[in-house]
């Protein structure tokens, strides 16, 4: 079992990689500027290094260069989220569904977007979309999990948490969470 510092060297080996890659992009951005994927691929890197206002930037910069990339506004969306902006997300999201109506992860974030917003039965009709989508999709049956809890509906609740954690979503965190959404406290 490796220890605490072994593990933080891991993580600073990590860092230093992504910032390697953001580097490299950024000289191909440099050199060439009209590229929407160098764009793309910088903002998720950002994302990876909680930096979502620089991740907003590049995606931004990618949908200005291709407005029909589904991936690039979902992108933007959770860069969103993680600001607590999910009025912009939810612009986002809508966009990547309009784009391609099969995203199903775009369905899954809007519903948690929503479910933070209170609008807990738009929520589940989002989850319940994602698992039309894909029945495996263990973070939608946590938030329609929770927005079933935020309406009283504890029958309903228990079910979707139990797939859910049977589909590997993190059981305790859900348990904590839905404590919260039965007081009507939201996930921030």
């Avoid at 490796?2 to 992009?25: A, E, F, I, P, R």
């Avoid at 903002?43 to 029909?68: C, N, R, T």
């Avoid at 991936?71 to 809508?94: I, P, Q, S, T, W």
């Avoid at 809890?149 to 590997?168: I, Q, W």
């Amino acid at each position: 079992m490796g220890s605490d510092n072994d593990k933080s060297q891991d993580h600073g080996d990590l860092l230093s990689l992504l910032q390697g890659k953001v580097d490299y992009l950024t000289k191909l951005i440099g050199d060439k500027p009209a590229k929407y994927e160098f764009y793309k691929e910088r903002g998720v890197l950002y994302g990876q290094l909680a930096d979502p206002v620089a991740a907003i930037k590049d995606f931004s910069e990618a949908i200005k260069l291709e407005p029909k990339n589904a991936d690039v506004y979902y992108n933007r969306g959770m860069a969103y989220v993680h600001l607590k902006e999910y009025f912009a997300a939810l612009d986002d999201f809508n966009q990547a569904i309009g784009l391609d109506p099969l995203h199903v992860d775009a369905y899954n974030n809007r519903a948690a977007a929503l479910y933070e917003l209170g609008h807990s039965e738009m929520a589940i009709r989002d989850a319940d979309k994602a698992i039309e989508l894909n029945p495996k999709q263990s973070s939608a049956y946590a938030v329609r999990s929770l927005a079933n809890a935020n309406l009283g509906r504890e029958d309903d609740a228990k079910g979707d948490f139990a797939l859910a954690k049977d589909l590997g979503f993190d059981h305790h965190l859900l348990f904590h969470l839905l404590q919260r959404a039965r007081k009507g406290q939201r996930l921030n």
